[in-house]
């Protein structure tokens, strides 16, 4: 009974509810939470939920945030156009618990796409592959969709940028043995490789799920090596493989020594401020033997590019249209027949969550009627104790 109570309470009353339990430094339930987040009426009240998630999630049963509330508070978020606050607690999960299934990551990936904000899409994939939770063709589907519309922007990426976009690209491209997944996993691969070379090994795979084994232009190329040597009609996309042709060149020696020669034309003063701040960011870096060895590879693979691009040209596998236009086409052929799945394996993940609902509801209606005759019995006791 009194959880039909609680159910009924107002999101005032919930809330202040709520923050009664904490004064006194005891643990909210996660039904609790779970019914405030289920009962969001305005964007303004989206705003109140983010803070008590966070609450939640620095509270002793902050390890039992349930899937349901983690999937409605995605759900909320979209149907009072907040987002981006969707995606601040994703970007931010350690902070606040949110680690989506693949349909909620689907909703809040689709709703990027239909506004055209794939700089924004771009960044709920990128939480995918660090979740490493692509295993469904649709989210597949729609993370390389994200991806090939945003490099259509030619955007300038930073190194943190080229990190996040590099890996997404590379760990969506393998679940995809076909042009498309080849030609992301061909980009991804050298995007890390351009920034092993300038920062290090440790600068790529520190909090991704990636190898730590140095090499990635070198994986590049290998891509290139497999579509070469492989029979049918696979091919890399020609955009795909001038971006890597220009990766090659920006870290190849000769432009490095171009750079140098620029700065030294620069006034003594210059040099001697920037000589001292080499040597500090060369501490920081911390650049090891192992990158020094790839460094050096780099005219090697300058080379043995140009030797597979030849091969991959004379045998037809190049294909004219840009990544982009091969990923729409195949969204349109393939993405409503990928849906079909999802949406019935949703519907049984629904039901087991009511079941698990249910459940939970019966264990907090018999621990507060047990609570409840706890407490009439120690003021009986009391009474009792008073006539004596």
Same mark, same amino acid.
């Given at each position: ?7 009924q309470?107002h ?9 009664r ?11 609790? /939470?779970? =019914?405030?987040?289920?009962? &969001? ?11 008590y ?16 509330? &983690?999937?409605?508070?995605? =759900?909320?978020? %979209?149907?009072?156009? !907040? ?32 506004? @055209? ?23 597949? &589907? $729609?993370?390389?969709?994200a $991806? ?8 300038k ?8 976009l ?7 491209? %393998?679940?995809?043995?076909n042009?498309v ?18 920062e290090? /090994? ?17 994986r590049?190329? !290998? ?17 795909? /493989?001038?971006s890597?042709?220009?990766? %090659?060149? *920006? ?16 006034g ?5 401020? @920037? ?7 060369? *501490? ?13 590879k ?13 091969q ?24 409503? =027949? ?15 969550w009511?079941?698990?609902? #249910? ?8 621990a507060?009627?047990?609570?409840? /005759? *706890?407490?009439?019995? #120690? ?6 104790a008073?006539?004596?």
């Open positions: 009974m009194l959880a039909r109570v609680v159910v309470l999101k005032s009353q919930l809330a202040a509810f709520m923050d339990i904490y004064e006194r430094n005891f643990p909210v339930s996660s039904l609790t /939470i779970s =019914r405030f987040v289920d009962s &969001i009426s305005s964007r303004e009240e989206v705003d109140q939920a983010e803070y998630l966070y609450r939640f999630r620095h509270s002793p049963n902050c390890w039992y945030l349930r899937d349901w509330t &983690i999937h409605s508070w995605v =759900r909320q978020c %979209l149907k009072y156009g !907040a987002k981006d606050k969707a995606l601040h607690t994703l970007k931010n999960k350690v902070q606040y618990g949110i680690f989506p299934d693949e349909f909620s990551f689907n909703l809040l990936l689709d709703a990027y796409i239909k506004e @055209e904000d794939f700089k924004g899409a771009c960044s709920v994939v990128e939480e995918v592959m660090l979740q490493e939770a692509c295993d469904l063709p649709s989210t597949q &589907i $729609l993370s390389l969709y $991806l090939s519309r945003y490099l259509a922007t030619k955007p990426l930073g190194v943190s940028e080229e990190r996040g590099g890996a997404s690209l590379l760990i969506v491209g %393998l679940k995809q043995d042009t997944g080849l030609s992301a996993q061909l980009l991804g691969s050298a995007l890390l490789g351009k920034v092993e070379m300038a290090g /090994i440790h600068a790529v795979f520190r909090g991704m799920p990636l190898l730590w084994t140095p090499g990635y232009v070198g590049a190329l !290998a891509v290139m090596e497999k579509v070469a040597a492989a029979p049918g009609d696979v091919k890399l996309t020609k955009d795909m /493989i001038d890597v042709e220009a990766v %090659l060149k *920006e870290i190849s020696p000769a432009s490095d020594s171009d750079s140098s020669e620029g700065e030294e034309s620069g003594e003063e210059d040099r001697k401020g @920037e000589s001292g701040g080499e040597e500090d960011r060369k *501490e920081e870096k911390m650049v090891d033997e192992d990158d020094l060895a790839e460094r050096a780099l005219p090697q693979y300058a080379g043995r590019f140009q030797e597979l691009l030849s991959l040209q004379s045998q037809g596998k190049v294909d004219a249209a840009p990544l982009e236009a091969l990923v729409s086409a195949l969204a349109q052929q393939a993405l409503p =027949r990928a849906e079909e799945p999802d949406l019935e394996q949703y519907a049984g993940r629904v039901r087991d009511e079941s698990e609902r #249910r459940q939970l509801i019966q264990r907090e209606v018999e507060r009627e047990r609570a409840e /005759i *706890e407490k009439q019995a #120690r003021i009986e006791a009391r009474a009792a008073q006539q004596g």
